[in-house]
């Protein structure tokens, strides 16, 4: 069911409407180590490697949270801590986002795991059920499995 618009949109384009939630160079970077690193704290967000500067990781958070994307609950374990998990909404974007890494590892040099790359192209339904049962998982629990690797049959 479509959901209305949280704020004015620039246009009813599909294209457009993504872009205006994920058309940055950080929040699909957020998306992707919440699904596929299974980091979880803002902390885990801000050391993953890429810069991002926490302002800027906060803010994405917040505008990821506040599309729906990403949900936030304190840690069971210690209250201080906030952990964010991919929304329904969110995980969703599995196949958005095996699509992207196929495409860049078809065009580009990356440093995506071939093992990893070669279960997207060859075992895609599998990949993305296993991603989706990996996520289901996590649902009320405090931290997810180890990252996603390709399962042995998947090589």
Request: glycine letters at 6%.
């Amino acid at each position: 069911m479509p959901r209305r618009a949280p704020r004015s949109r620039r246009s009813d384009c599909p294209i457009s409407i993504t872009l205006e939630l994920l058309g940055d160079e950080w929040s699909l970077l957020v998306v992707r180590d919440l699904m596929f690193k299974g980091l979880r704290t803002f902390q885990e967000f801000a050391n993953s490697g890429e810069g991002i500067a926490s302002n800027v990781l906060a803010e994405r958070l917040a505008r990821l949270e506040a599309g729906g994307i990403v949900s936030r609950e304190r840690d069971a374990e210690d209250r201080r801590r906030v952990l964010y998990r991919l929304t329904e909404k969110g995980i969703d974007l599995a196949p958005v986002m095996v699509e992207i890494v196929l495409w860049a590892a078809r065009h580009e040099r990356t440093g995506a795991p071939e093992a990893t790359v070669a279960a997207m192209r060859h075992h895609r339904e599998g990949f993305l059920a296993e991603i989706r049962q990996r996520w289901e998982a996590t649902a009320g629990a405090q931290s997810p499995d180890s990252p996603l690797r390709p399962s042995p049959e998947s090589s």
